[in-house]
């Protein structure tokens, strides 16, 4: 399932612990692939705390507890990592990460804190969503067999990889834009996995944000970038990469474009995501500002001159994500699409 409903998933469910309708998931994928962000970015949405546990580093009395006597009997001291009403507040996200790589010891003490909200004396406060994730046994990690009675206990989902809804993000989280076209250009690449090979480094979402942090520490360093590029996503991704970031020298002027300026069209198709992925990162910037509106226009209009409607159409799809309603009435929106309708209609 794509990580876009999915996060919509993660939001009903948080919502309906309020009204008694919660089931607790579990998200499954390959490393990478971005289940934690998901979780956590319902959690940054409602300004919630999500109690993050790593399972597989984790021992039995790390969720049970440590037995301490009181009189003549014994008592278990409640984790002070486990949700709390004065701690962490009444609402929140309780997330059991690696849930599939804990040693069965580990994930026997964690039955009772989902299956029954409750561990021991403890319990799981009313308001709390309960979320886990973990790795599939084909992904190369260290994994066990979910036991039936828990895997019985979570509604369960298996999270893909979507261009569309790693570029919203990309841009939401200002991703630089010459990575953002190069992943247009070629989204194969956005998740190349093979558990075969075992590889060390690989292409991820998780590992392109890396590469991301790469290009900006060491772009001025040519000498280091490609070997920089592959210790993120390995070799292919990151010759192609740099092959298509050396290229972005040969752009047309984006100033002029947002002027609404005649510039000549590149004919290249990479350079074309590049022109893209340049004015919808010029929009985000500009948004709040009184040019605003005149470089969004500026933008729509271009997108009418693309020789291949498919990228116009793709560059008002990203710009829609970037800037929202806001688009549908800004004077180039409707003779923009007038120009796709017949694309639109007929496929």
Not at 145 to 170: I, K, Y
Request: with cysteine.
């Amino acid at each position: 399932m794509r990580p876009q409903n999915i996060s919509t998933i993660l939001e009903q469910e948080y919502l309906s612990v309020a009204e008694g309708h919660h089931t607790p998931v579990m998200l499954w994928g390959p490393p990478g692939v971005g289940k934690s962000q998901l979780v956590l970015q319902v959690g940054e949405r409602h300004q919630v705390e999500v109690i993050d546990i790593r399972l597989s580093q984790m021992e039995p009395s790390d969720l049970r507890g440590i037995p301490f006597r009181q009189g003549s009997a014994v008592e278990w001291a409640i984790p002070a990592l486990l949700p709390d009403l004065q701690r962490h507040g009444e609402q929140g996200i309780l997330f059991l990460d690696e849930i599939t790589s804990a040693p069965p010891s580990v994930s026997a003490a964690a039955y009772q804190l989902i299956l029954d909200r409750r561990l021991g004396d403890y319990r799981v406060p009313a308001g709390w969503a309960i979320v886990a994730a973990g790795n599939r046994q084909g992904d190369r990690g260290v994994t066990y067999t979910m036991p039936a009675p828990l895997a019985n206990r979570f509604s369960h989902f298996e999270v893909d990889v979507h261009v569309d809804d790693w570029v919203a993000w990309a841009y939401q989280h200002g991703i630089d834009a010459g990575l953002i076209a190069f992943l247009r250009f070629r989204p194969e690449l956005l998740f190349s996995f093979d558990p075969s090979h075992n590889p060390v480094a690989f292409p991820s979402p998780r590992s392109w944000e890396f590469a991301h942090r790469a290009l900006q520490k060491y772009r001025q360093h040519q000498a280091l970038l490609l070997q920089t590029l592959q210790a993120c996503v390995g070799a292919v991704a990151a010759i192609e990469l740099k092959a298509f970031i050396d290229n972005l020298d040969n752009l047309p002027d984006i100033d002029a474009i947002l002027r609404g300026e005649e510039v000549a069209i590149p004919t290249a198709i990479d350079l074309q995501y590049a022109v893209a992925a340049a004015l919808v990162g010029r929009a985000i910037a500009a948004k709040g500002r009184a040019d605003a509106e005149q470089i969004d226009n500026a933008i729509l209009n271009f997108a009418t001159l693309l020789p291949q409607q498919e990228m116009g159409v793709m560059l008002v799809f990203d710009l829609h994500r970037a800037i929202g309603q806001q688009l549908f009435a800004l004077p180039g929106f409707a003779p923009w699409a007038g120009t796709v309708a017949d694309m639109m209609l007929h496929g």
